[in-house]
Nanobody, 122 residues
């Protein structure tokens, strides 16, 4: 059964950095686009970033462009989200997700991890 497992969340100070990781199990990894979606308490899911199956195409939400970087390692079946210059926010859950066709919107994703929580606070 296909499974996505996130890790790397935690508490960080404003301006700091975190690197989220996502391990993909049971996927034909090269066939899938992967992305990150986040959700703050009481708010809708927000599409954050997506990387194509080849790894050549990367897209970001305007809110994170220039601060976040998505990458993938096809030899390790892993996806990463490097987050720099983090802004203060309450606990936000970051989800790793997979898509076969496109990954431009939250609804494009067909498989989801359970999420990892990130809090940015001093």
């Amino acid at each position: 059964q296909a499974q996505l497992v996130e890790s790397g969340g935690g508490l960080v100070q404003p301006g700091g950095s975190l690197r989220l990781s996502c391990e993909a199990h049971g996927f034909i990894f090269d066939y899938y686009h992967f992305g990150w979606v986040r959700q703050a308490p009481g708010k809708e899911q927000e599409w954050v970033a997506c990387i194509s199956s080849s790894g050549y195409t990367k897209n970001y939400a305007d809110s994170v462009k220039g601060r976040f970087a998505i990458s993938r390692d096809n030899t390790k079946n892993a996806i990463y989200l490097q987050m720099d210059s983090l802004k203060p926010e309450a606990s936000v859950v970051y989800y790793c997700a997979a898509a076969r066709r496109t990954c431009s919107y939250v609804l494009d994703f067909t498989s989801w991890g359970r999420g990892t929580k990130v809090a940015v606070s001093s």
